[in-house]
């Protein structure tokens, strides 16, 4: 796993708008359209058996569970006129929904 640098940014500006450290827990729930979906959310803590991925200062999360699924993937936030998000460039996806919320393997 692979905290890109803008994701890296975005999570050090929300923490200063929100006025204290904030981290990205990224795990993989089955469900949505292809069969997997993540689900992002922002946190202050971290769970004692989460993998920690840093990127200068700034750390996303990984439970035990989704560390597989997401073997080698990136993690990058995104600003296109289509809109701005944190994406996961997941290499073991053999297919994704239009969205990429969901994907199968």
Request: with cysteine.
């Amino acid at each position: 796993m692979v905290l890109a640098s803008s994701a890296a940014k975005r999570l050090a500006r929300l923490s200063q708008s929100e006025g204290h450290p904030v981290m990205l827990r990224v795990a993989v729930e089955g469900g949505g359209c292809s069969g997997f979906q993540y689900q992002l959310d922002l946190v202050q803590t971290a769970e004692a058996d989460d993998l920690r991925v840093e990127t200068d200062g700034q750390a996303a999360l990984i439970d035990p569970v989704s560390v597989p699924f997401l073997k080698g993937s990136e993690i990058a936030w995104i600003d296109e006129l289509a809109g701005a998000q944190f994406v996961i460039r997941n290499p073991n996806a053999a297919t994704s929904c239009g969205c990429g919320v969901s994907f199968s393997i």
